[in-house]
């Protein structure tokens, strides 16, 4: 997948039967089912892939727990058949994850013994492992760094867990392989229109500022946070489909929460969900939910979020984690969804949300990053529809994503050219230096941040060590796309302000 040529191919055919607005999850699996179902397909993508939300999240393929607290039954089924996909589709990017749920009462350990069996019920063949009902002792050992006191045991139960922006990564790279243009750093800015309709979508390549337009049968608006500024191009009207709240989370070494299992409070003391998951051998803290005013791409954790999570995991933990052990903080967007203020037909009211303008723009948002296929193949039927396209069927549900055989059979090569290659961008990190060459031959890796935040994870794993590492990345690019020092001093400068935030100390 490379850039240049996606942008040629976009100045050789300016007409596609689908266009996609969101280089997210949600869009980026939009252009793979839409391209294998046959159709030309284009995404562009404001900034990098998943630099919004998708990077963003707790890490977790999961059929969401707390809505069968709701008796939202049929959606966990969904998201119970969208875990099993995903994990089928991406072994390579994703696992399957023991979770214990610690109790201090009987009533706890009846009432999530119940629910947790219930769960698992649910997922039928697609069980990932029995949920169990742990006695203290059992609980211990699951987690070694749970706080004794008061304990009465645990419930151990399964979901899934991936790496989300590499995910998107194998999303774009796939579809591209199967024809799709994909294009980073390509912002939508308006649509062309014929009575009404839209019949085409203004863009600017936002690296070099060059505008293009092309013509489209029919257009999906697939940003996330930044649905109802897409929605308002279209019409002028004030739309306020989606709320943005806020989420964030801690990244700690795994050594203050020793063990592979990952811990789920169904309800802390003012009634959130508390989640410390093992991730890329570090552990992910959170989350939060504040409702936050303005969409924005780079969202800023709050102080209150960070001493909420301390506080809280302090308190079922024995570790007494200080904001010091904190490796990284990072902070993403839910699009909620009121579907009460769409504009136009609400045509799934359920997890995700579905509307179409009188102009044909199919808006999809909400939902989850475990069911992104399911909302794909429901954003890319109904603009099929929409646009009076013959419809062929969604294949998604059994198509590989990526190829990791290819990938490190190629990085292995360059390592043979060039044994310096074969180094640590960091040392304590597995990351090597042929894949950043590889990311920006291959998966159009084009700043310092790419690399060092959704190809690699650096950024969201200690962030010192990302800026540390920010000088050989820039350096190895700058060779690679054949830039001046400038640039390179800049990408560095650059990318330094930024991991400023994700750091608490
Ligand atoms: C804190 C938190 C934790 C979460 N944890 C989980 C979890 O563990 N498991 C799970 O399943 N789900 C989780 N989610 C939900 C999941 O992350 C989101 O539902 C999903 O990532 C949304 O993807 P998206 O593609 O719709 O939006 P996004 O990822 O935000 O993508 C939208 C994209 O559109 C682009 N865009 C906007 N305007 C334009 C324009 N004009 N032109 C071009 N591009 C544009 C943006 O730059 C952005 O990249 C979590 C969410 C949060 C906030």
Known sequence: MSRATSLQQLTASSSFDIVIIGGGATGLGCALDAVLRGYTTLLIEQYDFAKGTSSRSTKLVHGGVRYLQQGNIKLVREALRERAFLLRNAPHLTSVQPFVVPVFSWWEKLYYGVGLNIYDLLAGKLSLGRTRVLSKKETIAYLPAINPAKLAGGILYFDGQFDDSRLCTDLAVTAAKQG??????????????????????????????????????????????????????????????????????????????????????????????????????????????????????????????????????????????????????????????????????????????????ASGLVTITGGKWTTYRKMAEDAVSNALFVSKQAKRACSTGKFTIGN?????????????????????????????????????????????????ARRTRLLFLDARAAIASAPIVAAMMATELGKDLEWEEAQVTTFINLAQQYLLT
Not at 289 to 297: C, E, Q, S, Y
Not at 418 to 438: T, V, W
Not at 442 to 447: D, I, Q, R, S, V
């Open 180 to 357: 799709a243009i994909i294009i980073n750093y390509c912002k939508a800015t308006g649509f062309c229109k014929k009575d009404g309709k839209i019949t085409g979508v203004n863009g600017v390549d936002t690296l070099t500022g060059k505008e293009f337009t092309v013509t489209a049968k029919a257009v999906i608006n697939a940003t996330g946070v930044f649905t109802d500024a897409v929605m308002q191009m279209d019409d002028a009207a004030k739309h306020d489909l989606v709320t943005p709240s806020q989420g964030i989370h801690l990244v700690v070494n795994a050594s203050l929460f020793p063990g592979t299992t990952a811990m789920m409070i169904p309800k802390t003391d003012d009634g959130r969900v508390l989640f410390a998951v093992p991730w890329h051998h570090k552990m992910v803290l959170g989350t939060t939910d504040t409702p936050i005013a303005t969409a924005i791409i780079e969202p800023k954790p709050l102080e209150e979020e960070i001493d909420f999570i301390l506080k809280h995991i302090n308190r079922y933990g024995t570790a007494h984690i200080q904001r010091s052990d904190v490796k990284s903080v990072y902070a993403g967007l839910r699009p909620l969804v009121k579907t009460s203020g769409a504009k136009g037909t609400a045509l799934l009211s359920r997890d995700h949300t579905l509307v179409i303008a």
């Open 404 to 452: 990791p055989t290819e990938r490190a059979g190629m990085i292995a090569g360059m390592i043979q050219l060039d044994a310096s290659l074969a180094e640590p961008i960091h040392g304590g990190y597995p990351y090597q230096k042929a894949e950043i060459l590889y990311a920006v031959r291959y998966e159009m890796a084009l700043t310092a941040e790419d690399i060092l």
